[in-house]
């Protein structure tokens, strides 16, 4: 591992874990990615969405095409982070990693790349659903620098079966 890692684009090579893989490649999915990412939200991820389906994550590439983020070692895809932004708010969704790549700085270089292109769009906060029983995420999100707000509430009605 380098100790200087690189590749993570707009991101300054100082302000990555020195501990990231040497051939860790960031980058934004397109549609022939979406059946590996679909398989590995079920493999890293934690709890299951509406939209985990292919029809669901065509729409988010297509309407925005630089949003679900990779990180790719050793040409395998071992983590994802989707960076959704709408023109006013910045939301985090989807931030997985192998557990075979875990506490490798693959989480942090993710959130790093989606939280410059926030930055890039003219964003000013990023927010994250974070599952309250996940203790690990919790952990991981306030090491990012990200602390829960108590006062709000998720309010969640489906609009499709």
Known sequence: MSDQPSDVPGVP????PKDL?????LRSAGPADLDAVLAFWKAAAEGTS?????EGVERLVARDPEALLLAEAGGELVGTVIAGF?????HLYRLAVHPDHRRRGIGS????AAE??????????????????????????????????EQWRRWVKPLAE
Do not use: K, T
Request: with cysteine.
């Open 13 to 16: 090579p100082g302000d990555l």
């Open 109 to 112: 270089a993710l959130l790093a």
């Open 86 to 90: 709408d023109g006013w708010r910045c």
């Open 21 to 25: 893989p040497d051939d860790l490649l």
């Open 50 to 54: 509406i939209s985990d389906d292919r």
């Open 116 to 149: 410059e292109r926030f930055v890039r769009l003219g964003g000013r906060r990023g927010d994250a659903m974070v599952l309250r029983r996940n203790e690990r995420a919790q952990h991981a999100w306030r090491a990012a620098g990200y602390a829960p707000e």
